[in-house]
């Protein structure tokens, strides 16, 4: 048994309503169920699967390219890479220590360099709660949530495809949405490339070049990814490029099926079309 929505697309569409900026990550989950496969996959914070409910059926679809014989893996909890003990606590009834690459990361970093993620979470959780309250003031805020973002940054010592910077790339989203509303269109692409990245994602074209957009490994898909990718399809049609803007509507799309479990309400939740 483990907790669940009843409706994965409800409360999806719940989140997308939410206009609040907010550096906490987590989701309530009211109701509970029971399937005997379902219950069988693994944990991992660095998880290569998403479990999504409609009704009574659940639906578990690969969120990263697997090679045969892999264990599937799903998110029982987050780790945020701050407190690990404390997450580790949320494991205990289950029975097991989580040892992904995110949680030895958390218990092997320098004390200091854990210090430094916890200072700048809080410092932009107070701005980004400010922002929520006052949004006249959020252009002039700007410069200095970046400067928060690279002092984070610092506080990573692993590569990002290594280990995913959950915490930064939940900064580079609330930036992005701030750009977004701004119509900063170049500086929102590259915050979302940086965003992909601080994920796990290693992509290509993500840019005003030629090139073509591709990702090249899959990261952790977060709840949040399909308006990134929306976003990058948006900048992608405003600058003109025409097949890079159906290369980041593929992947909107592509995305929203693996959080949601179907895509036949990706036009109607969005209200995008390839066109």
């Not at 994965?8 to 997308?16: A, F, R």
């Not at 970046?146 to 940054?153: P, Y």
């Amino acid at each position: 048994m483990f907790g669940c929505p009843a409706s994965t697309l409800d409360t999806y569409t719940e989140m997308l309503s939410s206009k609040g900026l907010s550096m906490d990550a987590s989701v309530e989950t009211p109701f509970y169920g029971v399937w005997l496969l379902g219950s069988s996959i693994n944990h991992s914070c660095y998880f290569n699967a998403r479990r999504s409910f409609i009704g009574d059926m659940i639906i578990v679809r690969a969120s990263r390219d697997l090679k045969r014989d892999t264990v599937v893996t799903v998110a029982y909890h987050h780790n945020d890479g701050i407190n690990n003990e404390a997450f580790q606590r949320k494991l205990e009834p289950y029975g097991f220590t989580c040892e992904c690459a995110i949680c030895l990361d958390s218990i092997t970093s320098d004390p200091d360099i854990l210090r430094i993620r916890k200072v700048v979470f809080e410092n932009l959780h107070k701005i980004f709660t400010k922002i929520s309250s006052h949004p006249i003031s959020q252009l002039g805020l700007i410069g200095k949530v970046v400067w928060l973002l690279n002092l984070l940054a610092t506080g990573y010592t692993q590569p990002a495809d290594k280990v995913p910077r959950i915490l930064l790339a939940k900064g580079h989203y609330l930036l992005l949405r701030i750009l977004i509303s701004e119509n900063m269109i170049i500086k929102s692409l590259e915050r979302a490339k940086m965003l992909l990245v601080s994920l796990g994602f290693i992509i290509s074209g993500a840019d005003n070049s030629a090139d073509d957009f591709k990702i090249i490994q899959w990261g952790i898909a977060v709840d949040y990814l399909v308006e990134v990718f929306i976003s990058i399809r948006t900048a992608f049609g405003r600058l003109g490029f025409k097949t890079k803007f159906s290369q980041a509507h593929t992947y909107a799309r592509t995305m929203f099926r693996i959080i949601v479990g179907e895509d036949d309400s990706f036009e109607s939740v969005h209200g995008v079309k390839k066109g």
